[in-house]
């Protein structure tokens, strides 16, 4: 079993920054790909960035030069840095991770953009 913990969400004005953290945490060795989905009320999930265990990174094209995925492997914790933000990326935000052919998910944090 893999719990996901998400925390960093809030409200923001257009232009600002926030960080999201997603720690791992279970029975669980070397989780590889970890990634950020979100979805605004009346959409579709989708994803935002996804990173590998090695650090390779995959971006959606709504938040290229605005966001960045990292992760600190010793901790199993993902962050997504969110700069320049807009009125559109308001949604909640999930973390996701696939262990063992499953998909775990975590409960979400909202991030509201004002403009």
């Known amino acids: 079993q893999v719990q996901l913990v998400e925390s960093g969400g809030g409200l923001v004005q257009a232009g600002g920054s926030l960080r999201l953290s997603c720690a791992a945490s279970g029975t669980i060795f070397n989780i590889n790909a970890m990634g950020w989905y979100r979805q605004a009320p009346g959409k579709q999930r989708e994803l935002v960035a996804d990173?590998?265990?090695?650090?390779?990174?995959n971006y959606a094209d709504s938040v290229k030069g605005r966001f960045t995925i990292s992760r600190d492997n010793a901790k199993n914790t993902v962050y997504l840095q969110m700069d320049s933000l807009k009125p559109e990326d308001t949604a909640v935000y999930y973390c996701?991770?696939?262990?063992?052919?499953?998909?775990?998910w975590g409960q979400g944090t909202q991030v509201t953009v004002s403009s």
């Open positions: 996701k991770t696939v262990y063992i052919a499953r998909d775990y």
């Open positions: 990173i590998t265990r090695g650090g390779r990174t």
